[in-house]
C-alpha cells in the first residue's frame, strides 16, 4: 500500500489532477489573506554553529540551495532556537542543542558568545526588529547579554533594550520582573505592547518530518500547528476536519498528484491514541480501501507531511514562518512540480523557507532567480548570499534552470555580497538596510 508512483500523468486515472495546478495559477480558492505572507525581512546571525556571520535578506519563499555540511539547516536552526527559547525556555533550547558548547561557533577565534537579529513586519504593517546574543559564563553558565526589541523604530513605537538582566531603556512604564538567563520577552508577552511580536515569533513552524513517527499511533494533541517531525499530524488533519475544510481539500488534491493511488485521507480514533487512515483506490475494487499510516510508505507520509505543514491552519491564522528541511526526501522526481506548486501556493499567505541540494526541486525553467540563496561552506564557515551574476543571467534568460546549474557546480553565490558580509553587521539598534 502507499507506493509511491510520483506521477504527474497516469493515463485513465483522475485526468484532472494534473490540471490542478494550471487551475491554481489562474483561479486561486480563497486559501490565502491578500495581505502580505512576508514576515521576516532580513536575519543577522553570528557565531552560531558553523555561521560565523551571515546577512540574509528573505522573501515570500526562498530557497535556501547547497551541497551536505554546507550548512543550510543551521540557518534553519537558528529561527527555530528563536522560537523554542520563546514557548519554552532558553535553557531548554540550547539543551536541547547539546549546551551553548554546541550552538557557538567553533573557532580559532574561540567566540564565547552568538547572537542573532530578527528584522520583521507584523500583519498590521508595522515594521521593527528583535535581537539577543547569549555569551557563556566561567561557571559553564551563560547569560543573556543585550536584548531589544523595537516596532517602528526606537522613539516611534514600542521598544526596549536590556544589558544582563537590567533595563536600559524602555517605552513603557511597567515592566515585569527580569532575569539575565532568559529571554525578556517572554514575561513581556503579557504586555499589549509587545504580544504582536511574541504570537508572531511563536508562530513560526519548522520541519524535519519522520515518517516513522507520523507511523505510529499518536497520543491525542493541539492540532493548531504540526510539531517538527509530524508527532502530532493526526490531531492536525483532525483540526483541519473541523475548522478549514477547504485547507484540507487543497492537501488532500496535492497529495494525490504526487501519489495518484490515494483519494483521502482522515483522522481515525484506535481507543486512547489516533492515526491517520488513507483511502486508496485498488483495481477491481467497487469502493476505495482503507489503510491506517502504519501500512503507508515513506514517501506517502513525508508527503502528507510537507502538504500538511504548508497549508495548515484556518486560512486567516495561518504561521507567520514555514521552514521545512529537504521537502523532496523520499519523493519521486516526478513529484517534483507538484511539490514546487505547493510551494508557490502556500507562499501566497505563509512565508516560506526551504532547505534543498535536489537539482530535480530546482529544475524549473520558471523558478525566480531572487528566491534561491546559495549556501556553501569555506573553510569550515558557512556563507550565504544571493546568486551571482552569471547565474542569475542563465536562470533569467532560460539558458538553464538551477537545478541544471546544481548539477553542473554552477549555483554560485554573489562574490561582491560575500565581501560585503565580512564588514561585521550590529545586532542592534537601527541599521542601514
Not at 555561521?51 to 522573501?59: A, E, T, Y
Not at 577565534?109 to 526588529?129: A, K, S, V, Y
Not at 547569560?143 to 516611534?156: I, L, P, R, T
Amino acid at each position: 500500500a502507499g507506493d509511491d508512483a510520483g506521477q504527474l500523468h497516469r493515463p485513465g486515472h483522475r485526468a484532472g489532477a494534473a490540471h490542478l495546478i494550471v487551475r491554481q495559477r489562474t483561479e486561486p480558492r480563497t486559501i490565502h489573506s491578500m495581505t502580505s505572507p512576508i514576515f521576516l525581512t532580513r536575519v543577522v546571525l553570528r557565531n552560531y554553529r558553523s555561521i560565523g556571520q551571515c546577512d540574509v535578506r528573505l522573501g515570500a519563499l526562498t530557497y535556501l540551495v547547497g551541497a551536505n555540511g554546507s550548512g543550510k539547516s543551521n540557518f534553519m536552526d537558528a529561527l527555530h532556537l528563536v522560537r523554542d527559547a520563546l514557548t519554552g525556555s532558553l535553557d531548554i533550547a540550547l539543551n536541547e542543542r547539546g549546551g551553548l558548547s554546541e550552538v557557538r561557533r567553533r573557532s580559532s577565534g574561540h567566540p564565547t558568545n552568538f547572537g542573532i537579529r530578527l528584522e520583521f513586519r507584523l500583519r498590521d504593517g508595522q515594521t521593527g526588529h528583535y535581537a539577543f546574543n547569549v555569551g557563556a559564563l566561567a561557571d559553564r553558565g551563560y547569560e543573556v547579554q543585550n536584548e531589544e526589541c523595537s516596532v517602528g523604530g526606537k522613539g516611534h513605537g514600542p521598544h526596549f533594550e536590556i544589558e544582563r538582566g537590567r533595563i536600559k531603556t524602555s517605552s513603557e512604564d511597567f515592566f515585569p520582573a527580569i532575569t539575565s538567563d532568559r529571554l525578556a520577552l517572554v514575561s513581556l508577552s503579557g504586555l499589549k505592547a509587545f504580544r504582536p511580536v511574541f504570537d508572531a515569533l511563536t508562530g513560526m513552524g519548522f520541519y524535519n518530518l519522520n515518517p516513522k513517527v507520523m507511523r505510529d499511533p499518536q497520543k491525542p494533541q493541539d492540532g493548531r500547528l504540526l510539531k517538527p517531525v509530524g508527532e502530532n499530524i493526526a490531531s492536525v488533519i483532525g483540526h483541519l476536519e473541523r475548522t478549514s475544510p477547504d485547507s484540507l481539500a487543497l492537501i488532500q488534491e496535492y497529495l494525490q498528484i504526487v501519489v495518484p493511488m490515494i483519494e483521502g485521507v482522515e483522522r481515525k480514533q484506535i481507543g486512547p491514541m489516533e492515526t491517520l487512515e488513507f483511502r486508496q483506490s485498488m483495481a477491481g475494487a467497487k469502493h476505495p480501501w482503507r489503510f491506517t499510516a502504519q501500512n503507508m510508505s515513506d514517501g506517502t507520509l513525508r508527503a502528507l507531511g510537507v502538504l500538511t505543514a504548508l497549508f495548515q491552519g484556518n486560512p486567516d491564522h495561518a504561521p507567520t514562518l514555514i521552514g521545512i528541511e529537504e521537502p523532496e526526501t523520499a519523493l519521486h522526481p516526478a513529484a517534483s512540480r507538484a511539490l514546487r506548486d505547493a510551494l508557490n501556493r502556500a507562499s501566497l499567505r505563509t512565508q516560506i523557507i526551504v532547505t534543498s541540494h535536489s537539482p530535480d526541486l530546482m529544475d524549473d525553467p520558471d523558478l525566480n532567480a531572487d528566491t534561491v540563496r546559495a549556501v556553501v561552506s569555506e573553510g569550515s564557515e558557512t556563507r550565504i548570499a544571493p546568486l551571482d551574476t552569471s547565474s542569475k543571467d542563465a536562470m533569467k534568460q532560460h539558458l538553464f534552470s538551477a537545478g541544471e546549474l546544481l548539477r553542473l557546480n554552477q549555483l554560485a553565490p554573489d562574490p561582491e555580497s560575500l565581501l560585503a558580509q565580512q564588514r561585521q553587521v550590529s545586532l542592534f539598534g537601527e541599521i542601514a538596510p
